[in-house]
T-cell receptor, first 112, second 113 residues
Framework: NAGVTQTPKFQVLKTGQSMTLQCAQD?????MSWYRQDPGMGLRLIHY???????DQGEVPNGYNVSRSTTEDFPLRLLSAAPSQTSVYFC???????????FGPGTRLLVL | AQSVTQLDSQVPVFEEAPVELRCNYS??????LFWYVQYPNQGLQLLLK??????LVKGINGFEAEFNKSQTSFHLRKPSVHISDTAEYFC???????????FGKGTKLTVNP
């Protein structure tokens, strides 16, 4: 049981480039979410999904896109990277939206 | 909407001393409460949770928290800390378990020898 996995661990992008952060879980959880963590800001919700085919915006969705074609995968796309998107990104999953969240190890992103 | 306030951004303590990390939430209506810990360069892991029942909740690594409805608080405590407890601790809440989890901004606990 791998839990929640994220790739890559670390990425450097130039302003304007696009990329996809991968997230997968093998616990058959319906709810998945993406957070960004910045110093002194805690975790802020970017996008979330309550099941395959259903996604919605969180607190800070601008500049990010998501889709959920399967229960297992929930990729996060940066459409045109900006320095303000330099952050650590965490994917999480749970049985339901308000329940215990299981976190991945994170992706550290640097946008130059 | 639910909000969570962690009153201290940093808490330094000496090894073997007791510690309390404070957390207040905004609404007690069917609230679910959590404490997560994040060790350096790692993801978050669950320390303990309150869903219902006994107001004193025991978690991993000797931590416990008490749900106080009248004070809308869920403070985390440990009677004697170790160097290995140095980490960032996050309080989180959801309303009725059907709403999104809301996190506090975190408290950095530093345990000094």
């Amino acid at each position: 049981n791998a839990g929640v996995t994220q790739t890559p661990k670390f990425q450097v992008l130039k302003t304007g480039q696009s990329m996809t952060l991968q997230c997968a879980q093998d616990m058959n959880h319906e709810y998945m979410s993406w957070y960004r963590q910045d110093p002194g800001m805690g975790l802020r919700l970017i996008h979330y999904s309550v099941g395959a085919g259903i996604t919605d915006q969180g607190e800070v969705p601008n500049g990010y896109n998501v889709s959920r074609s399967t229960t297992e995968d929930f990729p996060l796309r940066l459409l045109s990277a900006a320095p303000s998107q330099t952050s650590v990104y965490f994917c999480a999953s749970s049985y339901f939206s308000g329940g215990t969240q299981y976190f991945g190890p994170g992706t550290r992103l640097l946008v130059l | 909407a639910q909000s969570v306030t962690q009153l201290d951004s940093q808490v330094p303590v000496f090894e073997e001393a007791p510690v309390e990390l404070r957390c207040n939430y905004s609404s007690s209506v069917s609230v679910y409460l959590f404490w997560y810990v994040q060790y350096p360069n790692q993801g978050l892991q669950l320390l303990l949770k309150y869903l219902s029942g006994s107001t004193l909740v025991k978690g991993i690594n000797g931590f416990e928290a008490e749900f106080n409805k009248s004070q809308t608080s869920f403070h985390l405590r440990k009677p004697s800390v170790h160097i290995s407890d140095t980490a960032e601790y996050f309080c989180a809440a959801s309303q009725g378990g059907s709403e999104k989890l809301v996190f506090g901004k975190g408290t950095k606990l530093t345990v000094n020898p």
